[in-house]
């Protein structure tokens, strides 16, 4: 056991797996001798060399789509796009490649590929450096989403994820870079992909997060019996968990920092109405991002769901 | 600093049939044979394919008319390990390469399970939006190169293609990696309504290969044996290490853009009939005929091995039984999702 923030357990995560297996391959930029700009790579290609550990050109559709190519091929790329802001020009090849390609070629090729990028608010960075567009991906099907909220399951999730036959978005908290500690085994451990987890217990009000709103959701949750769930897999998403905990509670808050409209809580919400409406005491309340561009660092705040907005919504729920 | 670079062009068999027997490269009368009956056998794919569509027998389909020889006589320079990254009009690749025909009017026919392809051949599906596979080779050679392989990839693409952030992104890349990779430019002079002069200003598409540190050379991409000839030393190259090469074929879409389409919209008779007697196959047909390699029987022979082998895979296509809904499900993912396993059972 170390204590580690969660940019040395995804460190540590990619040691892990490259020294098990030689197909697990680095590509991204500044990912070499800089060790990438938020360091998770960092001494990975001393230990490694620069066949595996590659600075690629300024190119992220390139990045991905070489990707695609090596993942086809045989290896397990695990490529960093340095910011999730500027994952768009990748999209083109995820949605129309690496999310495919099993499906089109009928299993004769595969794309065993891990996108890890930074995403989200709270370092106060500049313009696209903080968004939260995880359910863009989340509706594109042939991928998972997979979005740790802290170092000990961001390391299991990225072990899992890079083994996972299929592509996966991993997307990593800059709030949660250095901001947390926990106790991290040293060895290799898998958290599978798809499960959400109970993070406390309760029985009046469910509490629905991920990466960095968990937090701020455990933190809204004192003082109520509130159950809180952190999703950790966005996609394939698991549904069970977060039905059984309404069919207990009758009443759900969902938190994300995305946007309201279309974002991920909007499809658990109607999950939720489909499977479980008729347990439900209270609307379902989602506490999220404003349907407005992403702010500049002076107005982050306000964007981002507070842990006062999230108690303000228990309470409204509560109410019923 | 002064940067310069030369246009190199080649071209070996002229529209008369004559070849610079100085530039031929050498191949045994058995292979020109080979060469003129794919050559053979790719168009009477292609005019049957055609024809299948009108009877709404297939789907759209893209025709690869005209583009024989920048087709055959670069795939012919790969060996079946090699990795190949098509676009969608490069039947006559799969073809070259192997590729079951039935499984390609089974793919036309809007039956993914045609996109499989079958062990040992490296050649991915179909790759409809334009340039997109450019990267995918570039990935595939990076593969190769890391694990010591002697495979080589190869991708195909149009005149359009080369206007896409992914040539310059994936090109760019092969050059400061020194990939083992060849870019093949089918320049066949039209992105379906859009000339060849307003997708670059470049006066060749070939050129563009300097930019990335890296040798380009355009080819008549009528003349089998100039692309084959390019192709050959490119793939030489690429597998001794010498990096990436980019070959523009300089040829022309006879056909319209795909079944879809009307070129005379957009572009003249006169210069479509201008290109009728650059026909790869006419010129390598005189070239035979002065060799004694071709007669008017021997060409029967071929037109009717041809057409017995199209029309066998046309039966087989049509003979399959048609693919399961569950095949939606079972290669969405390796293990389907609790939601997809679901959607499947209420199917
Ligand atoms: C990204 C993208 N944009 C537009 C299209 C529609 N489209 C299909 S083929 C084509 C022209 C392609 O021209 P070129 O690259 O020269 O290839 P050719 O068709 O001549 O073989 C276009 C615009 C597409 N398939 N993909
Ligand atoms: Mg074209």
């Keep these: 056991m170390a204590n580690l923030n969660m940019v040395q357990a995804i460190n540590s995560a990619l040691r892990e797996e490259m020294r098990r297996d030689g197909d697990v391959i680095v590509i991204g930029e500044d990912v070499g001798a800089d060790g990438g700009v938020f360091r998770a790579t960092e001494g990975l290609l001393h230990e490694f060399g620069a066949e595996r550990v590659m600075d690629t050109p300024l190119a992220e559709s390139g990045i991905a789509g070489a990707a695609v190519g090596m993942a086809a091929y045989g290896l397990k790329p695990v490529a960093e796009i340095q910011f999730m802001g500027f994952i768009y020009p990748a999209v083109d090849q995820i949605f129309s490649h690496a999310a495919r390609i099993r499906s089109r070629s009928r299993g004769r090729f595969t794309c065993p590929l891990v996108i890890r990028t930074p995403y989200g608010a709270g370092i106060k960075a500049p313009e696209l450096h903080s968004e939260s567009t995880e359910a863009m991906f989340c509706h594109m099907q042939g991928i998972k989403v997979v979005v740790p909220s802290g170092p000990y399951n961001a390391k299991g999730l990225l072990i899992s994820a890079i083994r996972d036959p299929d592509p996966v978005i991993f997307l990593e908290s800059t709030r949660l870079y250095r901001s947390v500690k926990e106790e991290v085994p040293e060895g290799e451990y898998e958290i599978p992909l798809g499960q959400a987890r109970i993070v406390r217990e309760g029985t009046e009000v469910t509490l629905i997060a991920w990466g960095g709103m968990l937090r701020k959701a455990i933190e809204a949750s004192e003082g109520f019996d509130a159950e809180v769930i952190d999703m950790m897999t966005l996609t394939p998403i698991d549904e069970e968990a977060i039905y059984r905990s309404v069919k207990k509670t009758g009443r759900v808050v969902i938190v994300h920092e995305a946007p309201k409209t279309c974002g991920f809580g909007a499809e658990l919400s109607a999950s939720i109405a489909e499977y479980a409406m008729l347990h439900l005491k209270s609307p379902i309340f989602r506490v999220t991002g404003y349907d407005t561009v992403m702010p500049l660092p002076k107005l982050e705040d306000y964007y981002v769901p507070s842990a006062d907005r999230i108690r303000r919504a228990i309470e409204e729920a509560m109410k019923y | ?347």
């Design chain 2, 1 to 347: 600093m002064t940067a310069s670079f030369e246009v190199k062009s080649l071209s070996i068999l002229n529209e008369k049939g004559e070849a610079d027997e100085t530039l031929m490269p050498s191949l045994p009368d058995d292979d020109i044979k080979r060469i003129f009956e794919l050559m053979v056998l790719s168009r009477t794919f292609d005019e049957a394919a055609l024809s299948l569509q009108r009877e709404g027998r297939i789907g759209t389909y893209a025709s690869m008319l005209g583009q024989e020889a920048s087709q055959i006589g670069s795939a012919l320079a790969f060996e079946k390990s090699d990795w190949i990254f098509p676009s969608f009009r490069e039947m006559a690749v799969y073809i070259t390469m192997g590729y079951p025909m039935y499984m390609l009017l089974q793919y036309w026919s809007g039956d993914e399970r045609g996109a499989r392809a079958p062990a040992g051949l490296n050649i991915f599906p179909v790759c409809v939006p334009v340039g997109t596979q450019i990267p995918h080779a570039v990935g595939a050679s990076m593969a190769a190169k890391y694990k010591g392989d002697k495979a080589v990839a190869c991708c195909y693409f149009g005149d359009g293609g080369t206007s896409k952030g992914d040539f310059h992104e994936g090109l760019n890349m092969a050059g400061v990696f020194k990939l083992p990779v060849v870019f093949i430019c089918q320049n066949n002079q039209w992105a379906i309504s859009v000339p060849r002069r307003r997708q670059s200003a470049s006066k060749t598409l070939s050129q563009k290969a300097y930019s990335y540190g890296f040798e380009g050379i355009q080819v008549d991409g009528n003349d089998v044996f100039a692309v084959y000839k390019a192709t050959s030393e490119a793939v030489r190259k690429a597998r001794g290490g010498g990096g990436p090469t980019l070959i523009e074929c300089f040829t022309y879409r006879m056909s319209d853009h795909t079944t879809a389409d009307d070129s005379s919209k957009y572009r003249s008779n006169e210069e479509v009939e201008s290109w009728k007697p650059k026909d790869p196959l006419l010129r390598l047909k005189l070239f035979m005929e002065k060799k004694g390699l071709w007669n008017e029987q021997y060409q029967k022979g071929v037109e009717e091995k041809s057409k017995t082998a199209v029309e066998q895979a046309i039966r087989k296509a049509e003979s399959l039984s048609p693919p399961e809904p569950a095949d939606m499900f079972r290669y969405a993912l390796k293990s389907p999702t609790p939601r997809q396993a679901k959607e499947m059972e209420d199917f």
